[in-house]
T-cell receptor
Framework: QKEVEQNSGPLSVPEGAIASLNCTYS??????FFWYRQYSGKSPELIMF????GDKEDGRFTAQLNKASQYVSLLIRDSQPSDSATYLC???????????FGKGTKLTVNP | EPEVTQTPSHQVTQMGQEVILRCVPI?????FYWYRQILGQKVEFLVS????????KSEIFDDQFSVERPDGSNFTLKIRSTKLEDSAMYFC???????????FGDGTRLSIL
């Protein structure tokens, strides 16, 4: 069974701080990695994707990938209360179109 | 910005009835998907669809489920003879290709009574 693991949290950070979210995956054949944000009762919203080892930055968000350690992370700089949501890590395995999701980490940013 | 649209937003159905959930994927996308999320649980893959046929399906996607692209814009999920455990949020998603990001619609909340 291919798994994607995340700390369920909750993770609580003060406004303006850096939030760090982590994810590990079991399938070494995984090729593509995605972070989705899900507000309560809403659908997953794509915020970042990364395919290669290293860092990828987009505004306040940085995704980091280490395929050797089977580890993906998301950093949110200058966290805002509006960032409060559940962050879902999703992995696309090689040769598959199926996204495998983690349970998500609930982030709360306190004003 | 183009988006995936789903209807209805909420569907209430008696157990044993058939339901059809509808989706309009993003217009230039070629791959279409259905996922579901039972309350408090992970988002789970059901099926992917490309070139007018199912390309991959999960063990959840048994004979009670079917998908169809009846015209050039709609993509539907049919559940025959619904069960209580089918109650969930059902999300449609689409992507340009099989390895590109999948964009999700707002979902249909299905409640089976």
């Amino acid at each position: 069974q291919k798994e994607v693991e995340q700390n369920s949290g909750p993770l609580s950070v003060p406004e303006g701080a850096i939030a760090s979210l982590n994810c590990t995956y079991s399938d070494r054949g995984s090729q593509s990695f995605f972070w989705y944000r899900q507000y309560s009762g809403k659908s997953p919203e794509l915020i970042m994707f990364i395919y290669s080892n290293g860092d990828k930055e987009d505004g306040r968000f940085t995704a980091q990938l280490n395929k050797a350690s089977q580890y993906v992370s998301l950093l949110i700089r200058d966290s805002q209360p509006s960032d409060s949501a559940t962050y879902l890590c999703a992995v696309l395995q090689g040769g598959s179109e199926k996204l495998v999701f983690g349970k998500g980490t609930k982030l709360t940013v306190n004003p | 910005e183009p988006e995936v649209t789903q209807t209805p937003s909420h569907q209430v159905t008696q157990m044993g009835q058939e339901v059809i959930l509808r989706c309009v994927p993003i217009s230039n996308h070629l791959y279409f998907y259905w996922y579901r999320q039972i309350l408090g649980q992970k988002v789970e893959f059901l099926v992917s669809f490309y070139n007018n046929e199912i390309s991959e399906k999960s063990e959840i996607f048994d004979d009670q489920f079917s998908v169809e692209r009846p015209d050039g814009s709609n993509f539907t999920l049919k559940i025959r003879s619904t069960k209580l455990e089918d109650s969930a949020m059902y999300f449609c998603a689409s992507s340009v290709s099989g390895d590109q990001p999948q964009h999700f619609g707002d979902g249909t909340r299905l409640s089976i009574l």
